[in-house]
């Protein structure tokens, strides 16, 4: 028979390994196992559940949705306006074991994609379409990224692209105006940002580099 003090040890041994296979999952996240290399049929959690390392491995996914902030993108518009666009997209991933599978990184390969998408569609658009139809490019926008390949994560929202549209959309009113009046000048303006604001431009204090407020196709006027 084995000595009382080698079971008294086997039984602690014992113990502490299946209080450290105890895991906690939160009521938002799911755990990914791979058991011997080999990913298990369903995630599990949320609760108390059981990791036996080092045969199991887990991987924590959250399902919150989460807030990616796109980087300004660069992009020249259909009638060769050079804007600066940022955007802020909504999503969650919805199949946590495929999230983790099919892709390596799917934070990462989703701001791929949405900086790819927002340049590609608001390079199809005239700068008029910028300034009056942000909704319907927000849409469209979402529309695509739901149709991606990466279907474990669900794009719930394209949140607003006008981020700042500097220099050149003061050069492209002036040559929407001049084109309507070649004889443009307002008397009185001692400067060129305060013909701007005469003609319904908000310059900012700081100048040019921030959003400016104007409806470019409401451009009245008098000769």
Do not use: W
């Amino acid at each position: 028979m084995l000595p009382i003090q080698a079971i008294l040890l086997f039984a602690l041994v014992f113990v502490l390994y299946v209080l450290s296979s105890i895991k906690i999952l939160a009521e938002y996240e799911r755990g990914v196992i791979f058991r011997l290399g080999k990913l298990l049929p369903q995630p599990k959690g949320p609760g108390v559940i059981l990791v036996f390392a080092p045969i199991d491995r887990i991987v924590r996914v959250s399902l919150r949705t989460i807030v990616m902030d796109v980087p300004p993108q660069d992009v020249i518009t259909r009638d060769n306006v050079s804007v600066k666009v940022n955007a802020v997209v909504y999503f969650r991933v919805m199949d946590p074991r495929r999230a983790i599978v099919e892709v390596e990184n799917y934070h990462y390969a989703t701001s791929q994609l949405a900086q790819t998408t927002l340049r590609s569609v608001l390079g199809q658009c005239e700068l008029d379409d910028l300034l009056s139809e942000r909704d319907r490019l927000n849409r469209e926008l979402q529309e695509i990224l739901d149709q991606t390949k990466i279907k474990h994560v669900i794009i719930t929202e394209m949140g607003d692209m006008m981020g700042g549209l500097k220099g050149e959309l003061i050069n492209f009113i002036v040559r929407r105006v001049r084109k309507m009046v070649p004889s443009f000048h307002i008397p009185g303006a001692t400067s060129f940002k305060k013909a701007m604001q005469e003609i319904g431009v908000d310059v900012p204090k700081s100048g040019i580099a921030g959003p400016l407020s104007l409806s470019a196709h409401n451009l009245t006027l008098n000769k």
